[in-house]
């Protein structure tokens, strides 16, 4: 990159260290989506006993499976793991006697040998160490409660929101876009993100719009993949490419 006695305010133009604080951001920023992603199909992915997120995924997690129970629905999806067929069946069955309290004694060492020990330490999650909670979750699943959604919903409006920041602040230094185009493309994870965070809350009413859940997901990924790529090419590609890049991108009128 040649040298120059002017500040120039773009991606290729920062001194190397700027360029490593913004780029060691961005790839932790990455790998955490990557885990974030792994983490989903793991859960809600695992919703319908098949693993890959579809729209049946979404429409158990927020709407619940109506014909069955969140115990067995979880017992046969994303906790299908965590206990062998004998002791899964026995509280399947359980659970679709009416869970009675009278058989309480027969499933309590079941729930103890393979549920409390996370279940105990986990913030949120039934205990399973007592009937009514193990009861509970052996209703007909509902999907999602209430005070779930709001805790939810709450953690990733705040916590993503600030991970856009930060990525469209890299992003606003790009070259060799308008103002207008980077404009756009930062909006639109903010956007897909709203969009995202309601359609749980419609999907738990109504199940059809668990499409705009998947449409919200990847439409905010999407964005945040191209701001990601595209600073880090121009941080580590342009400037040895022999040209000075002499815009202000802060600057509106260019």
């Given at each position: ?224 993949a191209i701001m990601i790529a595209t600073s880090m090419y121009q941080m580590w590609v342009l400037p040895y490419n022999g040209k000075v890049y002499t815009s202000n991108e802060w600057d509106d009128s260019q």
């Amino acid at each position: 990159m040649k040298k120059s006695d002017t500040f120039h305010l773009n991606l290729p133009s920062f001194s190397i260290s700027v360029r490593t604080l913004f780029s060691g951001y961005l790839l932790v920023m990455g790998i955490g989506f990557l885990m974030a992603g792994a983490q989903i199909l793991l859960t809600h992915g695992m919703a319908d006993g098949k693993l890959g997120v579809s729209v049946d995924d979404i429409v158990y997690s927020y709407h619940g499976n109506r014909n069955s129970s969140k115990l067995e629905s979880k017992l046969k999806g994303s906790m299908k793991d965590k206990a062998n067929a004998l002791d899964r069946m026995i509280l399947i069955k359980w659970a679709r006697e009416g869970a009675k309290e009278e058989e309480w004694k027969k499933v309590q060492p079941v729930f103890e040998g393979n549920c409390i020990q996370c279940h105990s330490t986990i913030p949120g999650l039934p205990t399973f160490g007592d009937y009514e909670s193990s009861a509970e979750v052996a209703k007909t699943d509902m999907g999602a409660s209430i005070d779930s959604l709001t805790r939810v919903s709450h953690i990733h409006l705040f916590g993503i929101a600030f991970i856009f920041i930060f990525v469209g602040f890299i992003f606003s230094f790009a070259v060799g876009l308008s103002q207008k185009t980077k404009a756009v493309i930062i909006a639109i994870p903010f956007i897909f993100l709203i969009v995202d965070i309601f359609s749980w809350w419609i999907t738990k009413s109504y199940p059809g719009f668990a499409w705009f859940t998947i449409i919200g997901g990847f439409g905010y990924i999407f964005a945040f993949a191209i701001m990601i790529a595209t600073s880090m090419y121009q941080m580590w590609v342009l400037p040895y490419n022999g040209k000075v890049y002499t815009s202000n991108e802060w600057d509106d009128s260019q």
